[in-house]
């Protein structure tokens, strides 16, 4: 049995040696694209890689308690973040709360409430519209509405409106996603026990998606506190040297603080540049650490 | 114990009802309370075009239409002011080709990688990465590009400026790898895995799978990031604004400073121009002309997903 089939394979080879020279050199290939496709993944986190490091050796000599604590300042020795920083938690203040309720409210209507018409469907075509509009042109926005028509000026609530405008789309979209996954059985068995439709929503959905809510809304705030182009836009200043006392107070934020550095010609200014870029990447990974650990921590039970 | 119970149970009835007002008014009011909330996107679109449609206006009743769309100078600072978009768009246009250059061939290749080739643990640990990259700042890149990449590229380019479209170029390329290979990749993931056990039992290798089968097939979700891709880098602002310069041209000259539309609406805005002149409304012109050119490239990414998607 054994001999027979080894004659066959023989056989087989040799009347295609060529094809078989053919699959050897078709393997290589297969081989040498392989490692290409790793080399151009890998070229993306060497350039990370490069990027972090870069920024590390520049801004680390520069970051101490008093660039924490300062004023900007005309001599790069003194210059400090303290008023973007606080400036940047103030609009996270104002961002925070309306892009939140705005965001899940919407997402409560089209998941629990939306009629499947027309209407509804033009309303999920300009949310994923809306994703796409470049933030420089939120920025105009702001700028027309809510600095000049409403007569907010440049102010933390104008660059706080903006902002929670901006990211509206991706919490309306992730907040969906979260909704949409909450099992059907939990919410017919509120119906069953005579819950009504905002009793069932109130009281099952949203406990039950709010991991999910809350880890977009993380992730989108973290997109937030990193933008530059609209608040540029609605006037947040870039040399302030003192905190936001209310609202209406003008402000700057941490990435304007560091727009203004990186644009002066004193190569001093680019470590100090440096040291506001790690302060602000720490922000970000901390953000990112805690959305990260809401998803991981509550994954399992449902 | 039975008397206790029932007097329980009446007394919930008895709560139920006195509570049924206000549960039936939550139920009326809840309802209207977040369609509020879902039409505040639709007004934040209206306020957009809306805003960019009265000031744009503005600006033409200040200069001509056919200046604005035909004249190849933009001089607004000038004597003799001059409202050509073009050096614009040629600035813009040349940023996000070199982008794509940077973004189509490694975007593309990452996510063949990540969908045909790597593991479930190799991809568990990549894609995390591939998010950090794309949750970075833009002004974190700015900062990169003005002050490593453009002194990296000077070491093998002499000739070059400070300020160029090269570098920028790179750089947006750089951020939008991750938008094209997770795009890409969710495009190929959905190809059937049949399909592939098909095309193998046939004696196909990997990378002919990967190029001759999934590809083909994840073609309209990979050509629809491309085009997202490219709206994106149409848009982008900081790392222009920072490394690109402001040197408005229709040169196609890598190698010296360019202006974006983008970055001159941040000129304009960091400068002292006044409300109501017509430097400041030509930035509402400028951006009526951005956001056409991205709402074109988001409506044809959402066609060639829709359209030209093979259901399988």
């Known amino acids: 049995m054994r001999a027979v089939g080894d004659e066959t394979a023989t056989g087989y080879t040799q009347g295609k040696g060529k094809n078989a020279a053919n699959i050897s050199s078709r393997e290589i290939k297969s081989k040498l694209f392989k490692g290409l496709f790793i080399g151009a993944t890998g070229f993306s986190l060497i350039v990370l890689l490069v990027l972090l490091i870069r920024i590390f050796t520049q801004g680390i000599g520069f970051l101490s308690w008093d660039f ?45 409430y939306a009629p499947k018409n027309r209407f509804t469907g033009l309303i999920q075509m300009n949310i994923s519209n809306l994703a796409g509009v470049p933030s420089i042109v939120f920025g105009l926005l702001g700028l027309t509405i809510f600095v000049r028509e409403l007569s907010l000026g440049r102010s933390v609530l104008a660059g706080g409106f903006t902002m929670a405008l901006l990211i509206l789309p991706i919490i309306v979209v992730a907040s969906q996603e979260a ?26 959905v949203l406990p039950a998606a709010l991991p999910g809510i809350l880890t977009g809304n993380i992730l989108a705030l973290s997109r937030a506190i990193g933008e ?23 402000f700057t934020v941490m990435p304007i603080q560091i727009f203004n550095w990186t644009s002066r010609p004193q190569e001093e200014f680019h470590f100090v540049a ?29 | 114990m039975n008397n206790r119970s029932n007097h329980s149970i009446s007394k919930m009835i008895e709560e139920k009802a006195s509570n049924r007002g206000m549960t039936k008014f939550a139920e009326g009011l809840m309802p209207k309370v977040f369609l509020t909330c879902a039409l505040i996107s639709i007004l934040t679109t209206v306020g957009i075009v809306l805003t960019l449609i009265f000031e744009t206006f503005s600006f033409f009743q200040e200069v001509q239409v056919a200046e604005f769309i035909t004249s190849s100078d933009w001089y607004p600072l000038h004597g003799d002011p001059s409202y050509g978009i073009r050096p614009l768009i040629t600035g813009t246009l040349m940023i996000a ?22 593991s479930d643990k190799t991809r568990r640990m990549v894609k995390p990465i591939l998010e950090v990259l794309a949750g970075i700042p833009t002004i974190v890149y700015g900062f990169f590009a003005l002050t490593f990449v453009t002194p990296l590229l000077q070491n093998i380019i002499p000739g070059l ?33 049949s399909m592939r056990e098909g095309a193998f039992a046939l004696g196909s290798t990997r990378f002919e799978v990967a190029v001759k089968v999934v590809l083909p097939a994840a073609l309209s979700g990979i050509i629809a990031s491309f085009v997202l891709a490219v709206s994106r880098a149409i848009g982008e602002t900081m790392i222009v604004t920072v490394a690109g310069g ?9 190698t010296s400073a360019v202006q974006t539309m983008t970055a001159y609406i941040v000129q304009v805005t960091l400068g002292d121009a006044g409300y109501g002149t017509t430097e400041y409304y030509s930035i509402y012109a400028v951006g009526m002309t951005l956001f056409i050119f991205t709402l074109v490239m988001n409506v044809i990414a959402h066609i060639i997903s829709k359209r030209f998607r093979e259901v399988y």
């Not at chain 1, 996954?181 to 099952?204: D, F």
């Not at chain 1, 901390?286 to 921590?297: D, G, Y």
């Open chain 1, 68 to 112: 924490l604590t300062s004023f900007p300042s005309r001599r790069p020795a003194d210059a400090g973040i303290y008023s973007a920083f606080i400036g940047t938690i103030w609009m996270m203040a104002v961002t925070a709360p309306v892009s939140f309720v705005l965001g899940v409210g919407t997402a409560i209507y089209l998941e629990e």
């Open chain 1, 179 to 204: 909704i949409r996954s909450v099992p059907a059985e939990l919410k017919e068995a509120s119906y069953g026990m005579g819950a009504t439709k905002w009793q069932t929503t109130y009281r099952i």
């Open chain 1, 228 to 250: 530059t182009a609209p608040l540029i836009m609605i006037g947040a200043l870039t040399y302030v040297a003192f905190l936001p006392e209310h609202l209406l107070s003008q």
């Open chain 1, 274 to 302: 440096a040291s506001g870029i790690i302060l602000l990447l720490v922000m970000l990974l901390v953000m990112n650490s805690i959305a990260v650990w809401i998803r991981n921590k509550f994954q399992k039970r449902l």
């Open chain 2, 97 to 118: 080709a070199i982008a794509m250059l940077i973004a189509i061939p490694i975007g593309l290749a990452s996510a063949i990688f990540l969908s045909e080739y790597a």
């Open chain 2, 161 to 193: 400026s400070i300020y160029n479209a090269l570098s920028p170029g790179i750089v947006v390329g750089i951020m939008i790898i991750p938008m094209v290979a997770s795009l890409s990749e969710d495009a190929m993931s959905a190809v059937p895995q």
């Open chain 2, 246 to 254: 402001s040197n408005p041209t229709t040169s196609m000259d890598v």
